[in-house]
């Protein structure tokens, strides 16, 4: 397969960036003729930003799996679709062609069918990085059912908040995953999450560590038993409409629980594919290994729907960047002669830190592309990155885009499109960025910054928010009228390339980990040592920005550095790991508006260092307040 639809040259890209303006449905339609359609759709495009309604290729029929799995075995039987490197680099690989691929979705599609799974219900998932998550995802996908992936490191309490959202039937789970050098129980966690999910009836498990787990009777069933039940795992592919949901992935906003973005069919389906093939000039033949979890946006677009659909071989890892030393991406880009490397700025600067002698002896020769995803890449980590990894002949992809965009949306082209370090830099064909004000009003030219927003829909643009509508509607098409806004805050330098600054709302960003500040201050409220708190980011060398709570306690504790602990252990428990505070200052008040508001501003320049120019401190109901907590610092 060569892919008729991706861009050779910077003519090329501005051409079709121009007819994905001029002509939206024309320039989509033409590159959705190339999948595998059951019935063409009636029309391309319907939409309007005010409810939000938005349909991609409407009437059309197709399964993705069929596009993901069944239209290469003509050509592709025998290829590698996924090669599985275990977290032991001792253990043995798995190769998995697309036919064998293909073969074992359809027979975990007819276990979910055997132990009640129909199309329409959804599917929690909770699983390591091992093959059987892919084949779990895609097995979903076959039946129609609608999966909800849940990051392996989050806590039972946030396992259960969004298997309730969503009213999940059944668990796909493990008993435990490798992590370096730790077991991580994941059975136990479910057990505890379905305490309070009376939805569920299903609990499929995977024996990957042999670690005891405890099978509730009539609920629980292993994973190879009930494979070896199917007899015969020919498994037609259940028709969808291109509207009909395909997944729901949870992710935090700045108010609220973490909200549930749903994605459907057809669109996700044409702009993962697109954009994966386009970004990274993928050719046949060539080793792509994203080093993300399919637990997050980034895995289910481009490391199981993107490049499979593509016909590519995506490599999945299961362990960590420094286990069992700090040289462990580059020893698998060495073994498998990875071609594509694409991965998070937070882990460059993680291995920047451990030195060159991890690099130094391995043979990256393979590597024709590097990526970054996730958060904003500094200048220090790129010019690393291109000079030890990529040894200045890659080029490197900054591709910014989010879990509602479910695709790259600005990007350099590898090699196609000019790339600045630490600027995302062009919009990709079929995106039409734009820069507000405050007021709302267009901030037109170059060299200039605003709140990023995009103006016109683009195939997998997300659709709503599970089962709240008016939530979508609110927090991403309400803030300016007929915009998308995406919560991030951008510069257009002179040249027109756009370069991400990060989040103007109250969402964090650590380690390229979507977290709220609201959510983090809840979790800690629950600790009945605290009266109140108010959480910020400050930058981070590694994490890119480290959570910082200031917070109030309740007078009967003396042992402080207990009570910081047990906060601590708190958020891993009602949230997970990733989003404890890296920095806890008690506090006798919080500077607050006479309406009782936070001034988060006057939070954040103290946690940033600023300790000088504080802005207006007046309208504060207490000035004196922020004296205190400006001397308290750490
Ligand atoms: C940030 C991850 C700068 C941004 C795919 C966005 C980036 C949030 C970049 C989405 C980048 C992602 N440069 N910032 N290349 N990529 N971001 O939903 O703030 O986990 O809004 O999706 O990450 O995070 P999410």
């Known amino acids: 397969m060569s892919y008729s639809y991706q861009v050779k040259s910077l003519e090329e890209y501005n051409a079709a960036y121009k007819k994905s303006v001029e002509d939206p449905e024309g320039f989509w339609s033409a590159i959705a003729e190339n999948f595998l359609w059951r019935k063409k759709w009636d029309k391309v495009l319907n939409w309007n930003f005010t409810e939000p309604s938005i349909k991609w290729f409407e009437g059309g029929k197709l399964n993705i799996t069929e596009n993901c799995l069944d239209r290469h075995l003509a050509t592709k039987a025998d290829q590698p679709a996924i090669v599985w490197e275990p977290n032991d680099p001792k253990d043995n690989k798995v190769v998995l062609t697309y036919k064998e691929l293909h073969f074992k979705v359809c027979q975990f599609a007819h276990v979910l069918k055997n ?181 997050w946006i980034t895995g289910h677009s481009y490391i199981v729907y993107g490049p499979l659909s593509a016909g590519a071989t995506t490599l999945m890892f299961e362990g960590i960047p420094t286990w069992p030393d700090a040289g462990r991406f580059w020893e698998i880009v060495d073994k498998y002669k990875v071609n594509i490397l694409y991965t998070a700025p937070t882990a460059i600067r993680s291995l920047m830190g451990f030195g060159l002698d991890f690099v130094n002896g391995k043979n990256l020769s393979s590597l024709r592309v590097l990526g970054t995803v996730g958060e904003p890449i500094n200048e220090e980590a790129w010019h690393w990155y291109d000079d030890n990894i990529g040894k200045k002949k890659c080029p490197i992809v900054d591709t910014w885009w989010q879990t509602e965009t479910a695709g790259v949306l600005i990007s350099n082209i590898a090699g196609i499109t000019p790339q600045k370090p630490a600027h995302a830099t062009l919009p990709l064909p079929g995106i039409q960025p734009i820069l507000v004000d405050e007021k709302g009003d267009e901030v037109k030219g170059n060299g200039v910054s605003g709140n990023l927003c995009i103006k016109f829909p683009w195939p997998s643009i997300i659709r709503t928010t599970y089962g709240d509508h008016e ?164």
């Open 115 to 295: 132990n009640g799974v129909k199309k329409g219900d959804r599917v929690c998932i909770y699983m390591p990085m091992v093959p059987e998550l892919a084949i779990a995802v895609l097995a979903c996908a076959r039946i129609g059912a609608i999966h909800s992936v849940v990051f392996g490191g989050f806590s039972a309490q946030s396992i259960a908040d969004r298997i309730q959202d969503a009213q999940c039937s059944t668990v796909i789970t493990a008993d435990g995953g490798f992590r370096g050098s730790k077991v991580i129980p994941l059975k136990a966690v479910i057990d505890d999450a379905l305490i309070s999910s009376p939805s569920v009836k299903k609990v499929i498990v995977l024996s990957r560590t042999h670690i005891p787990v405890s099978m509730i009777n009539g609920r629980d069933v292993w994973w190879s038993e009930e494979i070896n039940k199917v007899q015969n795992a020919d498994c037609p592919a259940e028709i969808m409409d291109s509207e009909d949901m395909l997944f729901i992935l949870y992710t935090s906003g700045s108010t609220g629980k973490p909200k549930g973005v749903v994605h459907t069919c057809g669109g996700y389906m044409v702009y993962t594919n697109y954009t994966f093939v386009n970004v990274f000039q993928y050719q046949p033949g060539d080793i792509y290994f994203c080093t993300a979890d399919i637990g």
């Open 471 to 634: 939530r979508c509607r609110q927090n991403y098409f309400a803030t300016y009228k007929n915009l998308y806004f995406t919560g991030d805050g951008a510069l257009r330098d002179e040249q027109g390339n756009y370069r991400i600054t990060g989040r103007v709302d109250d969402v964090l960003n650590v380690s390229g980990h979507r977290i709220g500040t609201a959510e983090v201050e809840n979790a800690i409220n629950m600790h009945t040592g605290v009266v109140e708190s108010a959480v910020v980011g400050y930058p981070h060398d590694i994490k890119g920005q480290g959570i910082y709570a200031f917070v109030i306690f309740n007078g009967n504790m003396d042992d402080k550095e207990l009570l910081k602990h047990g906060i601590v252990q708190t958020v891993a428990k009602v949230i997970g790991a990733i989003a404890k505070p890296d920095k806890i200052q008690f506090v006798s008040g919080l500077p607050k508006t006479r309406s009782g508001k936070i001034m988060r501003r006057i939070l954040r320049k103290i946690a940033e260092g600023e300790t000088s120019n504080l802005g207006d401190t007046t309208t504060l109901l207490d000035p004196a307040v922020v004296e205190e907590i400006k001397n308290g610092r750490i």
